[in-house]
């Protein structure tokens, strides 16, 4: 298995990406998780007063490099709820009704 170091050196020499790559920890109960989580990362509704979507967190991980704890009570949007685990999925998601409602889209 190819250590985080090569990866990001692979990354940098054939994407060049703009931003920093993120991982991605799912901790299902807070507690399981490192005890210097909760001090280092930053968790929106703590830290920044408000709630934000799981794709606000991620980009703000890889923007600014910072470790973002996002948890049910912090996100914003059900489609992220979802897809994090935080919520179950319903019939209309699975058939697609969800998104043919959406004006948004």
């Given at each position: 298995?190819?250590?985080?170091?090569?990866?990001?050196?692979?990354?940098?020499?054939?994407?060049?990406?703009?931003?920093?790559?993120?991982?991605?920890?799912?901790?299902?109960?807070?507690?399981?998780g490192?005890?210097?989580?909760?001090?280092?990362a930053?968790?929106?509704?703590?830290?920044?007063?408000?709630?934000?979507?799981?794709?606000?967190?991620?980009?703000?991980?890889?923007?600014?490099?910072?470790?973002?704890?996002?948890?049910?009570e912090?996100?914003?949007?059900?489609?992220?709820?979802?897809?994090?685990?935080?919520?179950?999925?319903?019939?209309?998601?699975?058939?697609?009704?969800?998104?043919?409602?959406?004006?948004?889209?």
């Amino acid at each position: 298995m190819a250590s985080s170091r090569a990866i990001n050196e692979a990354l940098n020499f054939y994407v060049r990406p703009p931003t920093f790559p993120v991982g991605v920890l799912s901790l299902p109960k807070i507690a399981e998780g490192p005890p210097d989580l909760l001090k280092k990362a930053k968790i929106p509704l703590r830290d920044l007063k408000h709630t934000i979507t799981v794709c606000m967190g991620v980009g703000m991980a890889r923007r600014y490099g910072w470790t973002m704890l996002v948890r049910r009570e912090d996100n914003a949007c059900p489609l992220g709820g979802i897809a994090m685990g935080f919520e179950p999925a319903k019939e209309k998601f699975w058939d697609g009704s969800l998104f043919a409602e959406s004006k948004t889209c």
